[in-house]
């Protein structure tokens, strides 16, 4: 970032001595310095570096600094280059004093060629300099790869070949040899070798970040059952592409070391959408807490009349990356209302208040929410946050579940939208269903539909 930033200033520098020039020869200024004493311009040199340095961060660039191919960097340094001129010209360059409209298009060709440039030059280096890094082992991608065969062997010797990508398997896992059958010091290919039963533990121990499935490892034969297994692990999960059919679900090819595996585990969310829908999480969650404080305020006075307790009501939820978080809400329920232990509400629950149904129908107990949007805990879209408790019990039925902790969990989602409250688990199991096609579809266009049925629902009161 520090290289960029100077790289952004230099060329901005560059850019603005020949533009200088440009206007001294229509007999502008008399000397570069009175040419950059004046305020748009050397206001410029402060403003605009900041601005591509904005852009360089919602392209998703530092995001995974790591492990990045040179065709990458080329790509995202020209795009976001393009985008930065083109600003730039029309905030600064439209209304140019040079009165050739030729000579200012060459201008923003030529800040193009600067940006792209110097900057790309300067990622360059440090590519490169990351690079011998990795050649040495410093830094490295841990892999266990499921089979214990000749083609897992290979398997290795083609992913350890591309040394420069940092790839390193450090575990065979046996899918067929149980737990208590299994030898501790069993070893092949000069690697530790664990039962897949024991993946949790082999996972911890050796701190492997993702999981190869190989076509003759024996856990082909019972995929479901492997990949349910594999789930909750919370590690990316490859496949080589002959296996897909096997697998219902839309994939994205996973770029290791030039072998055609596809990752099933990973959302499929470019970097850029990612960053972008951050920002504007924390844009509309702010511009709600202001704007909505007054109502919130009368709703609060609300629960304290209706009845006894506080006003907020905060409990655990399971977040991004399975991280617990505090949720807060407006209380819709007596104070005692899990005394007896977790229990959903249903449709007539005696538990909830007055107060309370008018607010769970109309949805004004989430409110409060906007909150933890704002501090990255939640995101405004994005499949809603349950307990460790209710969890464990989805987790018995439906494995998968532990892909919804890819995303930060939302205020609504697609499965809210689709299927409201839940009083069952096996309804939040079915609402999950929704939440998962939500994970191939991540868009900010999606999120908008999304959230335009959620002003819907609260409007017409459609919320239980």
């Not at 961060?57 to 600094?65: K, V």
């Not at 990508?165 to 069993?186: C, Q, S, W």
Request: glycine letters at 6%; proline letters at 5%; hydrophobic letters at 45%.
């Amino acid at each position: 970032m520090t290289t960029d930033f100077l790289a952004t200033s230099l060329a901005w520098l560059l850019f603005n001595v020949f533009r200088y020039h440009q206007i001294e020869a229509i007999g502008g200024f008399s000397t570069f310095r009175s040419y950059y004493e004046v305020r748009p311009v050397y206001m410029g040199q402060i403003f605009f570096p900041l601005m591509m340095m904005a852009l360089y961060a919602l392209s998703g660039y530092y995001n995974r600094p790591l492990f990045r191919s040179r065709v990458d960097d080329f790509l995202v340094t020209a795009s976001t280059a393009i985008i930065g001129s083109v600003a730039i010209y029309l905030m600064a360059l439209f209304n140019d004093p040079i009165p050739d409209r030729l000579s200012n298009f060459m201008l923003l060709l030529l800040l193009f060629l600067l940006l792209f440039g110097v900057v790309y030059a300067g990622r360059l280096i440090i590519t490169l300099l990351g690079r011998r890094i990795v050649n040495r082992g410093d830094v490295s991608q841990r892999f266990a790869i499921i089979g214990v065969n000749a083609e897992s062997r290979e398997l290795r010797r083609r992913l350890e070949r591309y040394r420069s990508r940092g790839n390193r398997v450090v575990a065979y896992i046996d899918a067929e040899a149980p737990d208590e059958e299994h030898k501790l010091f069993k070893r092949y290919d000069s690697l530790p070798v664990y039962p897949i039963d024991n993946l949790a533990a082999a996972v911890e121990r050796q701190n492997i970040q993702g999981i190869i499935l190989t076509e003759e490892s024996g856990a082909m034969e019972n995929l479901s059952e492997t990949l349910n297994k594999l789930y909750p692990l919370d590690i990316p999960i490859f496949l080589s592409p002959k296996s897909l059919q096997l697998v219902s679900r839309m994939n994205r090819v996973g770029d290791i070391a030039g072998e055609p595996l596809v990752d099933i585990f990973s959302a499929h969310i470019p970097e850029y959408t990612r960053n972008l829908k951050r920002t504007g999480d924390v844009m509309v969650s702010a511009i709600a807490l202001l704007a909505l404080s007054p109502l919130m305020l009368i709703l609060a006075a609300w629960i304290r009349l209706d009845s006894k307790g506080p006003v907020f009501y905060r409990q655990e939820r399971i977040g991004f990356h399975k991280k617990p978080f505090r949720i807060i809400k407006f209380r819709t329920m007596i104070p005692e209302a899990e005394a007896e232990g977790p229990r959903l509400s249903a449709e007539g629950d005696e538990r909830v208040t007055k107060c309370g149904r008018f607010l769970r129908k109309y949805r004004l107990d989430e409110l409060p929410q906007f909150w933890n949007v704002l501090c990255g805990e939640m995101s405004l879209v994005g499949p809603r946050p349950e307990r460790e408790y209710f969890i464990s019990k989805i987790l018995q039925k439906a494995p998968y579940y532990s892909l919804l902790h890819q995303v930060r969990p939302g205020l609504t989602s697609w499965g809210m939208v689709k299927h409201g409250y839940a009083s069952t688990v096996d309804e939040m199991i079915e609402r999950s269903r929704f939440d998962l096609i939500y994970l191939e579809n991540i868009s900010l266009m999606t999120d908008m539909k999304i959230l335009l049925h959620t002003v819907n629902t609260v409007l017409t009161g459609r919320g239980v």
